[in-house]
Structure formats: structure tokens, C-alpha cells
């Protein structure tokens, strides 16, 4: 961020302390605009030449807009990455907490299993500009799986049409390709399943997962085991006990929550998609003590028939839980909560709602679950404040 005659540049591509020359891209007026960096003057400490070429600063509007920090090295992100996490928590939650994110294993590159990517008018597959419609066309991107994209860029596809790319932990590729046009079905964009069974064989824990290569699985690689690990320990739900498992998914968190109650106590898997649902059945179906609800979380936690629970699990979407699902949970008084969350001020606002309704967070993990780029993956433990 710069400032210029008053008003906030929002400079893309730079690092705190650089001169750079920046191009405006988005100015609608008022108090800020924003900028690339097209040529770095003076550079931090903490610069690296980008790994990937459609990264570098002289394509100008013409880079890929799919990672913003592959100008930095991986220690400059994550203490950047700790500045915002930190930054929000103070501005919006009122709290002071010092942060530091944990890289995952792998390093920087070619830990992304799954990809969304777009075809131009010419029929090629690439990622769009940033804050665009306009396809960048790629030949590979370093950032993804090894050979995942191989026989995706190498092909011609429809121009128009978005593909989903996923790469399981077996080796099968499944490449999903989504016709926006000419083809429609009442109204609706008409889905093709081009490569692979179509249904993802992942693991975590120890144990398998089958999930629709359209539904939700984390991206990275090593992310499943590191953030399980986490929820288990933050959890330490009681032999016998109740938990409850919100935005449940495929059973990911359920898997260990059932684990910890045992078979005399009981988990609560809430998802609102049916797909997903239905793989969560199949997933623990040696696991009686999960139960599983099919419905929206701000449904389902205030029935009041459910057991109040010993424990929350809550992996809400990027715009997080919000006070319909803050006021539930509270309600029913859990001993400890458990929160991911991927988006910083999210969390910081939902960590404000939960003070409020007598919660404060006492420990906090941070992971550079998507490195080159600004998104993070947070899991906070909040406890009864008395």
C-alpha cells in the first residue's frame, strides 16, 4: 500500500519499503485506486526473481492472476501473512496477539491438487488476469501438482468453457470440463466428466476419503494430516462425550472427533450439501457414533433436540460463522470451540461475536496453507471466559 496525493495505492506485486513504478489499473475515484508494480526500483531484502514467467513484472496486465507473492521469498510471506492475521485481530477484535504462520511441508511449489482454470476464444486453457475475465494461456503452473495440468494445456476445449482439475492422493487426475455455452439444459451449464472416475481417493489420518471431485478437499497436499492433527489436539473432546462437527464436509474433522469420543459418545456431523453428506456416510461407515444432518448450520444448531455438546468443531466458508451460528453454539455453553478459518478478518469478526457471548480465544495456529499467494488457513481455540 502507497499513498499519493492523499489518496491509498493498492500496489500490487511490491513489498514494504520498494520504490517501484506503478501502473494504475482500477480507478473508480474516491479515496484509493490500484496499481501494479511494472519496475522495481529499489527492492526488500526479501525479493526473489519469480519461479514462474507469466509472474514477471515487464508482462504488466498480461500476468497470470493467479498468485500475488512470488516475488517474495517464503519467510518474507509468512511474516507478511502474520502481519495481516495480526493486524485484523487488533482492528476488528480488539486483541493483541502475536502470530506466526507455519509453512506446511513441500515448500513453495507444486503443492496444489486441485485448479480451476478457463478457455480463451482461441480454445486454450489458462487462469484469468486478476480482477478480469481475460484468460492468461498456460503451458504449466508450477505451483500445481506435478503433471496435473499436462494433458489439460495441451489440448483444445471449447472457448468459453471452465475446467476443474484434481489431482488425488492415488495419482489420478480427474479434469471436469463446465460448458457455459452454446449447450444448456433447462437453463442450466451442462458438466462433462473428460478425465478420471470423477470421484477423488484422498487420505488423512490414516484413513481414506472419497470425495466428488467437485466438492470440497483441501488444496494442499499436506494440509488434510497438519490441520486434523490440530483440530485433535485443540479439540481433546472427552472419552464418551458430545461434539459437534459444523460444515462437516466429507468427515474430515468427524473422523477424529469419533476417535477421541469413542464408541460410548457421539458426533454431530452438520452439511448443508447432500453430496458431500452422502460421502461422509460412506466415509464413516465404521464409525457408529457419528450421526449426520443434511441441512444449513444455522438450521441445524438450534434445534434443540440435538445432545448440547462438549465440544465445536466449525470450518465455516470464507465469510465465516456470523452471530445466527455464534449465538447457537454459545447457547449450548461447549466447554471448547474449535474454529478454521481461511479468511483473517473473518475470523476476527467471529472471534468478536464469540466475546461478546462470554468466549475468548486462548491459542492460535496459523499454516501458509496456500503458499505464493495471500490467502491463509487459521484454527483458533476459544473457551468460556469465566
Not at 489439460?152 to 470440463?177: F, M, Q, Y
Not at 450421526?291 to 434443540?304: H, I, L, N, Q
Request: proline fraction near 6%; aromatic fraction near 4%.
Amino acid at each position: 500500500m502507497a499513498r499519493h496525493e492523499g489518496r491509498v495505492v493498492f500496489v500490487r506485486h511490491a513489498l514494504p519499503g520498494e520504490v517501484v513504478v506503478a501502473e494504475v489499473t482500477e480507478d473508480a475515484g474516491g479515496g484509493f485506486c490500484r496499481a501494479d508494480a511494472v519496475e522495481v526500483l529499489t527492492a526488500a531484502a526479501g525479493r526473489v526473481d519469480p519461479p514462474c514467467p507469466l509472474a514477471d513484472p515487464a508482462l504488466g496486465r498480461d500476468r497470470c492472476g493467479g498468485c500475488d507473492w512470488q516475488h517474495a521469498s517464503g519467510e518474507t510471506q509468512r511474516e507478511l501473512k502474520a502481519a495481516v492475521i495480526a493486524e485484523q485481530l487488533q482492528r476488528i477484535a480488539g486483541i493483541d496477539w502475536p502470530v506466526r504462520v507455519r509453512e506446511l511441508p513441500g515448500g513453495l511449489l507444486r503443492w496444489r491438487s486441485r485448479a480451476r482454470l478457463a478457455v480463451d476464444r482461441k480454445g486454450r486453457a489458462g487462469f484469468r488476469a486478476h480482477r478480469s475475465h481475460r484468460v492468461i494461456p498456460v503451458e504449466d503452473c508450477p505451483i500445481t501438482v506435478e503433471g496435473a495440468l499436462d494433458d489439460v494445456t495441451k489440448r483444445r476445449w471449447r472457448p468459453g468453457a471452465e475446467l476443474s482439475v484434481a489431482a488425488d492422493a492415488g495419482g489420478e487426475v480427474h479434469v471436469t470440463a463446465v460448458d457455459r455455452k452454446p449447450e444448456r439444459r433447462h437453463g442450466r451449464a451442462v458438466a462433462r466428466q473428460v478425465h478420471g472416475s470423477g470421484v477423488a481417493h484422498e487420505s488423512a489420518g490414516g484413513r481414506p476419503f472419497d470425495v466428488a471431485v467437485q466438492g470440497f478437499w483441501q488444496v494442499h497436499r499436506a494440509a488434510p494430516d497438519a490441520f486434523s492433527e490440530v483440530v485433535a489436539r485443540l479439540a481433546a473432546t472427552p472419552s464418551g462425550g458430545v461434539a459437534w462437527d459444523l460444515y462437516g464436509g466429507v468427515g474430515l474433522f468427524a473422523a477424529v472427533l469419533a476417535e477421541q469420543v469413542g464408541p460410548a459418545g457421539s458426533v454431530v456431523l452438520v452439511e448443508s450439501s447432500k453430496r458431500a453428506v452422502e460421502d461422509a456416510v460412506a466415509n464413516l461407515r465404521d464409525l457408529p457414533q457419528v450421526s449426520f444432518r443434511a441441512g444449513t448450520v444455522e438450521d441445524v444448531a438450534v434445534d434443540e433436540d440435538l445432545a448440547a455438546p462438549d465440544v465445536v468443531v466449525l470450518d465455516p466458508p470464507r465469510k465465516g460463522a456470523g452471530r445466527v451460528v455464534v449465538d447457537a453454539v454459545t447457547a449450548r455453553r461447549p466447554a471448547r470451540i474449535v474454529h478454521v478459518a481461511c479468511d483473517p478478518a473473518a475470523l476476527a469478526r467471529d472471534v468478536g461475536l464469540f466475546a461478546e457471548r462470554g468466549y475468548r480465544m486462548i491459542e492460535l495456529e496459523s499454516f501458509d496453507a496456500f503458499p505464493m499467494t495471500h490467502h491463509i488457513e487459521c484454527i483458533a481455540l476459544l473457551v468460556p471466559a469465566a
